[in-house]
């Protein structure tokens, strides 16, 4: 996805590892707030990434553009009442954290592109930095909210599906993770058949994503 380089490791890996240490803690607090403590039970209400990460996935999302972290537990049946709409809550306070990782970002990046002047070392390192958090953090958001089990916004799609529809996307449950791999490795499929390279994933996440950069830099002036 970004292309490896020692240079654009040095960015990349620590964006990534906060990006999805914030996104875990923010479904694990969100189910702590609705009454759930599985998350905290299991070590999860914090910002430690050891917590959070997932060896191989960050190792994949770093090298491949495609990965995961350790899903946060959570047990619903603890919500209490409106547990529908609080299961989608939970569900899209991670993908709601990218966006304001984003924000912070690009605020703290305007604010030191338009304040530096002739910068050091340190200072471009900070700036090359946060450029790709806030596309990392774009980019998160924009595929945590895909449709597709498991990711985030195949709960969101069942919290609002009618409950006699539940049935399709439990269904996809169990080829969720099929169904994205499958997404990854089309494009090159198609090439070794001599077909035209379709990108359907890089599509759907890459142009939302970036016009979702755009707005967030137009928001803090860059």
Aim: charged share 10%; proline share 6%; glycine share 10%.
């Amino acid at each position: 996805m970004f292309g490896l380089s020692l240079e654009r490791l040095l960015y990349i890996v620590p964006a990534i590892v906060v990006a999805l240490t914030f996104h875990e803690y923010a479904h694990a607090r969100t189910a702590y707030a609705f009454g759930d403590t599985t998350a905290r039970d299991a070590g999860r209400l914090t910002f430690n990434p050891l917590k959070h990460l997932d060896p191989v996935g960050t190792l994949l999302l770093i090298i491949a553009g495609f990965g995961w972290a350790k899903p946060v537990p959570i047990n619903p049946f603890l919500f209490g009442d409106n547990r529908k709409r609080k299961l989608m809550a939970v569900s899209a306070a991670g993908p709601l954290m990218n966006v304001v990782e984003a924000l912070a970002g690009a605020a703290l990046l305007a604010l030191i592109v338009k304040n530096a002047g002739v910068g050091s070392a340190l200072i471009y390192y900070f700036i090359g930095f946060l450029s790709y958090f806030v596309m990392i953090n774009a980019v998160l958001a924009v595929f945590n909210l895909l449709p597709i089990p498991p990711l985030d916004g195949s709960k969101i799609l069942a919290g609002l599906l009618p409950a006699r529809q539940l049935n399709i996307v439990l269904t996809l449950e169990r080829y969720g993770f099929i169904i994205l791999l499958a997404l990854v490795f089309i494009p090159d499929i198609l090439s070794m058949f001599g077909l035209p390279r379709i990108d359907i994933l890089g599509t759907l996440i890459g142009v939302p994503a970036t016009w979702l950069v755009n707005v967030i830099y137009g928001a803090v002036g860059l």
